[in-house]
């Protein structure tokens, strides 16, 4: 017999999980609908975001300034009131059912029982599938969600692909806001962030699809439509940047260092 979704006391059934899962973020099975129960963590200590402060500084690049994740109460606190903020303003993110000081339920963003892929692991699936018109797709899309959230008066978090997940529908829904960019950086800086962590996540795709120099053009057709500032910021941050194309494009040096070099190739003209 199938419960009726619009009897469930989520609250009520958030409490119960809070005090009993045994794991900060799990699913939950109620009636015909997934949920998922994320409980606040330890608090997280400072000392990554001065040294990042300080590298920032000596670099002369503000869009590295560290944005602060509290952990605990307070990063549940700031998840619920982005998620909510976001969901307002027309962007998709997961649907809050209840929310308390240590913890939350949000819905499931795929059918029940069925893991929602990111859009990061559906570019890479394409790839092994030797599909390089699809990757460009799937790049473009990821592209116009950011586009969409920036229009709203927003910005996303980390906007790296792994947090962009694709629902059954193919839209890609903007997940993990445990800190808020805009409430320590300006609005055009966190655009300027997002913009160059989704460049980050995904060029070495592009390139290894042979799609970069197409997908060179869909970004600078993608950065003139930003504001004026938010263009600026991203000039002096390449420019800023310009040691990134003294790097080997070999393997050999690991992945990490061949994501960045991709980016380095997919920003600059």
């Known amino acids: 017999m199938t419960t009726n979704v619009s009897a469930i006391d989520y609250s009520a059934f958030l409490r119960q999980q809070l005090a009993t899962q045994p794991h900060n973020v799990m699913s939950h099975v109620l009636g015909n609908e997934q949920i998922w129960i994320k409980r606040a963590g330890a608090p997280h200590g400072t000392g990554r975001y001065r040294a990042m402060a300080m590298l920032a500084g000596l670099l002369r690049l503000p869009v590295l300034r560290p944005v602060p994740n509290p952990g605990g109460p307070a990063a549940i606190a700031t998840e619920v009131r982005r998620l909510r903020d976001l969901a307002a303003r027309g962007v998709r993110v997961p649907e809050v059912l209840a929310a308390q000081e240590n913890g939350f339920a949000m819905r499931h963003l795929g059918r029940v029982g069925e893991e929602a892929h990111s859009l990061g692991n559906a570019i890479e699936r394409t790839l092994r599938a030797h599909d390089p018109a699809a990757v460009l797709s799937l790049w473009q899309q990821g592209l116009d969600a950011l586009a969409?959230?920036?229009?709203?008066?927003?910005?996303?978090?980390?906007?790296?692909?792994r947090n962009?997940?694709?629902?059954?529908?193919?839209?890609?829904?903007?997940?993990?806001?445990e800190d808020d960019p805009a409430a320590v950086l300006p609005l055009p800086l966190c655009h300027v962030r997002d913009a160059l962590c989704y460049a980050h996540s995904t060029a070495i795709f592009l390139h290894q699809s042979g799609r970069l120099p197409e997908a060179r053009e869909r970004w600078a057709a993608w950065v003139a439509q930003g504001d004026g500032e938010m263009q600026a910021l991203l000039a002096t941050s390449i420019r800023r940047m310009g040691w990134m194309r003294h790097l080997p494009a070999s393997r050999r040096l690991g992945r990490d260092l061949q994501r960045v070099?991709?980016?380095y190739d997919l920003l600059v003209p």
Do not use: E, K, W, Y
């Open 261 to 263: 070099r991709a980016a």
């Open 148 to 161: 969409h959230v920036h229009h709203q008066g927003t910005c996303l978090s980390q906007a790296f692909a």
């Open 164 to 177: 962009m997940v694709r629902d059954p529908s193919g839209a890609v829904v903007c997940i993990d806001f």
